[in-house]
């Protein structure tokens, strides 16, 4: 299996965790230490450290998981994660990896909407249980989200 | 808009409308210009908004150019009003408006230069987000003390912004501005916290750096959330400090500008709570997106609502005087009768 193919199936199983309502088992796709951020373009772009969502260890990925799943108080809702033009390169024994990501939002008497898309910038390494990231940048290119990102990307 | 800090280091407002033909002259967020040219036929204006050129003003090979007579001083970029306070920049279409300070008033001039305290401000980034809503509806959320203490989860459980806390709620005397002062309490059952349904007493986070608070500002509030008329949201939430400007969009929705800020003499320590606590804040927040998301459902249910319907604000009373406790609508209260007699209603 090509660095691609690994990287596809482990994307394709990020979306399913997100889109299919298991965020409990989202920080598994993380190994400690670990880095999440979402970020606009724009911050990125000026070198402003400001994230939407940031978690800097596997336990603010479980309170982030835990309040998404439990504690605020959203609207129902479906989201669908498309990432394509998966890319990776594998370097003394980690991959720096990236994509495209888009995520579609339907909420209820809505059409589906377009929430966001951007890009991902990634590290993983390899574990026993398979691909894991190390760290996960969402650098999202419309600076004005409709309404509100309520779980992570 | 156009905001723009002259050689002479003074900053001034403009429309962001070429006098010629109203074409936008900047479309960049920020960055620096050393004068405006708008690309459709190249007038060109200084820093001061003057009409400075244009090409073919004398015509070309001897026909046609603009009219002798023509006043460059005239067709200048459209001024606005601008006050700065404290790295703070406001901005007033209105020549009536009064200055800043007498606008504020002594009482709300005091709360913002707590916060805006003189030392030189550092941005740590913008969000945006577009909110289905009436742009009242997040004045309105900013200025009422209960709900802070029944939907947000993290507010209750942690005790950052809770009416059984001590807490006041100070007004100017039109009612429009607002500031909610209160004091972190413990993660305990008591009196009040027995009626909350979200208080979750076993509830403890895994990383619990994000609300590593320290105390950055004299007195013993620890969150002051401040309201001004017509368009701003100053909040001190712990070590998050942040200004949101209402951008209305018509009467069902609106874009909320966060800025996140902090002080050019923070350390990298002070930099990254900030930055941590900056989670419970802004269109991802574990509180705020709570508040974008039950005014977007306010309005959804306004929609459909009889033309007589009416809320009720009668929680702490049917008074409009500050008080030493949070658990009342006094500042919904104020807010809709300053509005009132505003729009003459």
């Known amino acids: 299996m090509s660095l691609r193919e690994e990287l596809e199936d482990f994307y394709a199983e990020y979306s399913e965790v997100i889109d299919g309502g298991a965020l409990e088992r989202w920080p598994d796709l993380f190994v400690e230490p670990c880095l ?38 959203y609207a129902p809702r479906a989201w669908r994660h498309s990432i394509t033009q998966v890319r990776g390169r ?43 990231l190390r760290e996960k940048i969402c650098i999202y290119d419309a600076a004005l989200i409709p309404g509100s990102i309520v779980m992570p990307l | 808009m156009l905001v723009v800090r002259g050689e002479d280091g003074v900053i001034r407002g403009f ?30 204006y200084d ?9 073919f003003r004398h015509g ?36 009536q408006t009064p200055e800043l300070e007498a606008y504020f008033g002594e009482k709300m001039l005091g709360f913002y230069d707590r916060v805006f305290d003189g030392r030189e401000l550092r941005v740590l980034g913008y969000s945006r987000q577009r909110l289905r809503a009436n742009w009242k509806l997040i004045l309105e959320n900013i200025k009422d003390t209960c709900h802070a203490s029944l939907l947000h989860v993290f507010f209750v459980t942690f005790g950052l912004f809770r009416v059984d806390n001590p807490s006041k709620v100070r007004m100017d005397e039109t009612g429009l501005h607002t500031a909610l002062i209160s004091e972190r309490g413990r993660q305990e059952l008591n009196e009040g916290t027995r009626q909350m349904h979200s208080f979750k007493q076993q509830l403890a986070l895994q990383d619990p ?18 309201t001004f008329w017509p368009n701003l949201i100053l909040q001190q939430q712990s070590n998050t400090l942040a200004t949101r400007q209402i951008v209305a969009r018509g009467p069902r929705e609106f874009d909320l500008h966060w800025t996140f800020f902090g002080y050019a003499t923070d350390d990298d320590e002070m930099t990254r709570r900030r930055l941590r606590q900056a989670n419970l804040m802004g269109p991802g927040g574990l509180v705020s997106m709570d508040d974008g998301e039950i005014i977007e459902r306010a309005q959804q249910s306004f929609a459909a609502a009889a033309a007589d319907a009416a809320g009720i604000n009668e929680m702490g009373g049917r008074d ?23 729009m003459g209603l």
Not at chain 1, 110 to 127: E, K, N, P, S
Not at chain 2, 47 to 55: A, E, N, V
């Open chain 2, 15 to 44: 429309l962001n409308r070429c006098a010629h033909r109203g074409v936008q002259l900047c479309q960049e967020a920020s960055g620096h210009v050393r004068q405006f040219r708008c690309p459709y036929h190249q007038w060109t």
């Open chain 2, 320 to 342: 409009y005087a500050d008080c030493d406790h949070m658990v009342t609508d006094v500042a919904l209260r104020a807010f809709y009768r300053g509005y009132r007699n505003v």
């Open chain 2, 60 to 95: 070309v090979k001897g026909v046609g150019g603009m009219p002798a007579e023509f006043d460059f001083s005239q067709h200048g970029l459209m001024p606005i009003r601008i006050a700065v306070r404290r790295g703070g920049v406001f901005g007033s279409l209105n020549a």
């Open chain 1, 90 to 132: 594998e370097e003394g024994g980690t991959i720096a990896a990236q994509a495209n990501f888009m995520v579609l939002e339907s909420l209820p008497d809505q059409h589906t909407r377009i929430l966001c898309a951007g890009r991902y910038r990634d590290t993983l390494v390899r574990t026993e249980a398979g691909l894991r």
């Open chain 2, 47 to 55: 820093l001061d908004g003057r009409l400075m050129g244009m090409p």
């Open chain 1, 36 to 73: 999440y951020r979402i970020v606009s373009k724009e911050n990125h772009d000026k070198g402003l450290p400001l994230s939407l969502m940031l978690c800097e260890s596997v336990g603010m990925l479980k309170d982030r998981a835990q309040a998404s799943k439990e504690l605020n108080v």
């Open chain 2, 209 to 226: 750096r994000l609300l590593d608070t320290v105390r950055e500002f004299p007195g013993d509030a620890t969150v002051i959330m401040h």
